[in-house]
């Protein structure tokens, strides 16, 4: 039968650890634990949160957003940067056709 390994808190070497810090990855006891919102982290990782939190309220306040990006989430920039271009495309090739113009492979390829 193995042996059950138990993990130590990183901050008290005698307890037994029950979750990692979200920031650090520290192993941290119940008593070290600091919960902010489904999170859980050390009482170091908490500290430096809060004083970056005030030193972001001292420059001025919230960081600056740019307008353009506020409102879409980030993940969403390069798909709305190149949705128009196999639009522009099929316009492209269907203006061509109807002048009566030879479209090539190549170009239709560029639409596949």
Known sequence: MAAKIVAACAFHPGARAVTRCGRCGAFICSACQRIVGDRRYCAYCY???????????AAGGKA???????GVPW??????AFLPIPLLLSWLMTYMMRQGEEVSIGAAQLLI
């Open 64 to 70: 600056r957003v740019s307008p353009a990006t506020q």
């Open 47 to 57: 500290q430096e949160m809060a004083n970056e939190r005030r030193r972001g309220e």
């Open 75 to 80: 993940k969403l920039w390069p798909g709305l």
